[in-house]
């Protein structure tokens, strides 16, 4: 099944279970990002995440719910046409693309798509168009897949455990490819978060040849949100094995918006991955944001040479209705 045969799915489920009161939205987007390297050859466009790309996203929720009775309730389909610098032409991305039912009563919800892995730290409150990747993102090639997820709440907990194909951006049955993962913590709209997630399966990564290699991974994390939105801190520490080797690493985050001008903000992130080898990042830069147009960072970026080497990063980024 192609992604835009899933789409079509999608929007046939939402038309059969659609409410009389319903909300639109409509989201444009513009990315123009580049990646400065001399031992790259010098400047070029960024070899990773946000790629320098145009999108739009639309957005469907229904404002009506009867507890007891499972409806679909929210249906996010968000693409990009974007330029991917590894095979030098425009390439149609999928972002989030998935439909979520809901039964209001207990909160439970089952959503059908492509979206974020409910593992580690992944927010669904992250802002579009973030330049600083997750964990999972450098240890697996991907932090979104395609499959199943239920999402529902446990005490002052909530959870979400997720069976995806193990394919990454790709909606594609690889020999061998899947992975389940699963993710307990407090809600994120506490001020300080922490959770535990899991992961085991077969993730079919970038790049590779023949069957997917069996790996599992605990991960501990936190969010520390100091007098929002000015001070953000986040760290988290995966442990695991591929193909029974031991793998881990670690990241640690902070974002800090001035508070005598909001339009400014500091951000720096460190990733360090240990699979058969180091992969390592560390990035510190400056946003600038102009509410209702653009958004401007600048970071240097000191890389391990598995991640292609040091360099700037610049990104100037739009989104809005």
Not at 126 to 153: K, N, T, V
Not at 304 to 311: C, E, F, I, M, N
């Given at each position: 099944m192609s992604r835009f045969a899933l789409v079509s799915l999608l929007l046939g489920a939402l038309g059969a279970g659609r409410a009389g009161t319903d909300q639109y939205l409509l989201y444009k987007e513009?990315?123009?990002?580049?990646?400065?390297?001399?031992?790259?050859?010098?400047?070029?466009?960024?070899?990773e995440a946000p790629l320098s790309a145009l999108g739009f996203e639309y957005f469907w929720k229904s404002l009506e719910s009867v507890p007891g009775q499972w409806r679909a309730s929210v249906l996010d389909l968000y693409f990009q046409l974007a330029y991917d610098p590894g095979k030098r032409h425009l390439v149609l991305r999928a972002r989030d693309i998935w439909l979520r039912f809901e039964?209001?009563?207990?909160?439970?919800?089952?959503?059908?798509?492509?979206?974020?892995?409910?593992?580690?730290?992944?927010?669904?409150?992250?802002?579009?168009?973030?330049?600083?990747?997750?964990?999972?993102?450098?240890?697996?090639?991907?932090?979104?897949?395609?499959?199943?997820?239920?999402?529902?709440?446990?005490?002052?907990?909530?959870y979400e455990a997720a069976a995806t194909l193990g394919s990454g951006e790709e909606l594609r049955l690889r020999?061998?490819?899947?992975?389940?993962?699963?993710?307990?913590?407090?809600?994120?709209?506490?001020?300080?978060?922490?959770?535990i997630?899991?992961?085991?399966?077969?993730?079919?990564?970038?790049?590779?040849?023949?069957?997917?290699?069996a790996s599992w991974r605990v991960a501990?994390?936190?969010l520390f949100i100091y007098h929002e939105p000015f001070t953000s801190l986040k760290g988290e520490v995966d442990l695991g094995a591929d193909q029974g080797r031991l793998a881990g690493g670690l990241l640690l985050g902070l974002t800090q918006i001035l508070p005598a001008d909001p339009h400014w903000g500091?951000?720096?992130?460190?990733?360090?991955w240990r699979s058969a080898g180091t992969r390592g990042?560390?990035?510190?830069?400056?946003?600038?944001?102009?509410?209702?147009l653009f958004t401007f960072r600048f970071h240097w970026r000191y890389r391990?040479?598995?991640?292609?080497?040091?360099?700037l990063f610049a990104q100037l980024y739009y989104y809005g209705p």
């Open positions: 513009a990315n123009l990002a580049a990646f400065y390297s001399p031992r790259a050859g010098g400047l070029h466009s960024s070899p039964e209001p009563r207990t909160g439970a919800q089952v959503r059908l798509g492509h979206f974020d892995l409910p593992f580690g730290l992944t927010s669904p409150l992250a802002l579009r168009g973030q330049a600083l990747r997750p964990l999972s993102e450098l240890s697996l090639g991907f932090a979104q897949d395609w499959g199943l997820s239920a999402h529902g709440r446990w005490g002052h907990f909530e020999p061998g490819a899947a992975l389940w993962t699963g993710r307990l913590g407090l809600p994120s709209y506490r001020k300080v978060q922490y959770g997630s899991l992961l085991y399966g077969n993730p079919f990564r970038p790049g590779q040849q023949g069957t997917a290699p501990v994390d936190g500091l951000e720096g992130q460190v990733r360090l990042e560390l990035v510190a830069g400056l946003l600038r944001s102009l509410p209702g391990s040479a598995a991640l292609g080497g040091s360099g």
